[in-house]
Every structure is written in structure tokens, then in C-alpha cells.
């Protein structure tokens, strides 16, 4: 799960091949095909896997990458953040109120 969520933060990621995997783990748990995925976010004294949706995963990783950003991207220019410099931060950007000195976050 480690692996996964580290590609769920750091990227954007389209919800619909992520839906594939609750297919795999119904071939895990041997399951027909038209079983609904419930068996596998069933906690383990029901008989389930004991999962989160992988879809539900991907939306709290991108939410708290995101606010891990606005929390260092604050420090950095000692102001919240607006949109436009959260889409400039990632990218090196080093104009505006980026060109302030250097503080190590």
C-alpha cells in the first residue's frame, strides 16, 4: 500500500483504472466477476479484506499532499498561499515573492 500511495500523491491519477482492482481482489478472494467489491471493505470478523476503495485512498492522498504543500509553500513566502503560487512552487519558480531569501523548511 506503501508503494501505491506514494504514485497517489505525487501524481494525478484517473479514478477509472483504479477500479480494476477491485476485480483483482475478487480473483483473490475467488469471487464470480459479478460480485460487487463490498467483500473486500468488509472488516476481516465479516469475512471481508478489510480494505479502503482504492478511490477513496487516491483522494485523501492528493488532499493531504496538497495541504502539506500549502503548509510549506506559508513558510516559505510568509503569506498564505493563493492557487496561481501553488501551481508556480512545484515548478522551481523562483520570481515574486519566491525571490526571498532562502529559509530552510
Known amino acids: 500500500m506503501s508503494c501505491v500511495s506514494f504514485h497517489l500523491k505525487n501524481g494525478v491519477v484517473q479514478k477509472g483504472p ?9 480473483k483473490c478472494l475467488i469471487l464470480p466477476q459479478r460480485t ?4 473486500l471493505y468488509l472488516s ?8 479502503l476503495a482504492i ?14 504543500l500549502k503548509s510549506v509553500e506559508k513558510k516559505r513566502i510568509r ?8 501551481a508556480n512552487y512545484p515548478c ?3 520570481e515574486g515573492s519566491f525571490a526571498n531569501e532562502y529559509t530552510d523548511i
Open 79 to 86: 503569506r498564505p498561499p493563493e492557487p496561481q503560487d501553488l
Open 55 to 68: 478511490n477513496v485512498v487516491a483522494d485523501i492522498s492528493q488532499s493531504a499532499h496538497l495541504g502539506q
Open 92 to 94: 522551481g519558480s523562483m
Open 36 to 39: 460487487s467489491a463490498e467483500p
Open 18 to 26: 483504479l477500479n480494476l482492482i477491485s476485480n483483482i481482489g475478487n
Open 44 to 51: 476481516y470478523q465479516r469475512g471481508g479484506l478489510n480494505h
